[in-house]
């Protein structure tokens, strides 16, 4: 038994700022078998260098450049290519709409006033800021909200909504070929668009539109 101890403390290089296998030839792994794996530090102080955070991992290298994946004591966490995940920038292509971003690995448009889209244009799932593509269906419509759903190119359905009013239209696009926008009615419009509508029709308190007959 005692054997087996001293040959297995003979394996590791302990005399080294780094704990690793005797030789430096093979990898140094850590096995818990089925239980659970727990790594502890009671603070941050860091002699070392690479910053006070209570978890650095560093690859081809112990210098800050090298340093890969960063835990702090708050669980906050850190990598090169992201920064902090908690304040990671996501400008980028979804940001300046010069293409779409991915949710769930299909395309995905999202702007605001930082860039206008042009409704013909958008062959994405999307929710858009449009100066653009669509008919100024209310007076005040030349600009707006468009949101769009696309089954693929050919296929698509988008709501386009006034700011100013809130009145919104909506078309298709079949097989290819964007329909008409058609003005959806409401309690503030009808008047303007039902062009037989007499005293007798009215719509309910629900907003529902009824045709007396």
């Known amino acids: 038994m005692l054997s087996n101890v001293v040959q297995t403390f003979f394996d590791f290089n302990v005399n080294?700022?780094?704990?690793?296998?005797?030789?430096?030839?093979?990898?140094?792994k850590l096995y818990g078998n089925s239980r659970t794996m727990i790594?502890?530090?009671?603070g941050n102080t860091n002699a070392h260098?690479?910053?006070g955070y209570a978890h650095i991992f560093y690859y081809g290298g112990s210098a800050d450049a090298n340093r890969v994946f960063i835990i702090n004591t708050d669980g906050r966490l850190w990598s090169?290519?992201?920064?902090?995940?908690?304040t990671m920038n996501i400008s980028g292509n979804a940001a300046t709409a010069t293409s779409a971003d991915n949710i769930d690995g299909r395309p995905f448009v999202n702007t605001n006033s930082n860039s206008?889209?042009?409704a013909d244009t958008i062959n994405s799932n999307g929710i858009s800021y449009y100066n653009g593509g669509v008919t100024n269906f209310s007076g005040n419509a030349t600009d707006g909200a468009l949101y769009s759903q696309a089954?693929?190119?050919?296929?698509q359905h988008q709501i386009?909504?006034?700011?100013r009013s809130g009145q919104i239209?909506?078309?298709g696009k079949n097989n290819g070929t964007w329909q008409s926008w058609r003005t959806v009615l409401d309690s503030t419009n009808y008047s303007s668009y039902a062009g037989g509508l007499s005293t007798g029709n009215t719509f309910t308190n629900t907003n529902v539109f009824c045709r007396n007959k």
């Open 116 to 118: 206008a889209t042009n």
């Open 49 to 51: 260098g690479g910053g």
């Open 169 to 171: 239209a909506l078309r």
């Open 39 to 42: 790594y502890r530090t009671d």
């Open 80 to 86: 090169p290519y992201h920064g902090w995940l908690d």
């Open 16 to 28: 080294n700022d780094w704990l690793r296998e005797n030789g430096d030839d093979d990898q140094f």
């Open 151 to 155: 089954y693929s190119n050919d296929w």
């Open 160 to 163: 386009a909504g006034d700011y």
